[in-house]
């Protein structure tokens, strides 16, 4: 049994920006849902912050290209209809697309 110091130190060690959780718990031959635990019992007797003061980070955005630049692989599309299969890619416009099912359907 650990004395509520040697949670409240691991504790501290879980909020340090960087850690991880799992990797503090694993230290400490502790699981991380123990530590969330003891976190949650801390902020309800009000020794942590609501935020345990840490802020959230973000990722920056990295844009390599305009996105029209970018070539999108055709997807390629088949439509069977009795014994006529209907080739094309996703390109395609929908208008052209089903006049054509029609004709074929009207040819059957």
Known sequence: MRSEAERARIVAESLLPGAQVAEVARKHGATRWQI??????????????????SHPTFAPLVVEGALEERQVPAIKLEIAIGDVILR??????G???SRVIRAVRASR
Request: aromatic content about 8%; proline content about 7%; hydrophobic content about 30%.
């Open 88 to 93: 094309t890619d996703t390109a395609i416009d």
């Open 95 to 97: 208008e052209q697309l």
């Open 36 to 53: 969330y635990d003891w976190r949650r019992r801390l902020r309800q007797r009000g020794v942590l912050p609501p935020c345990e003061a």
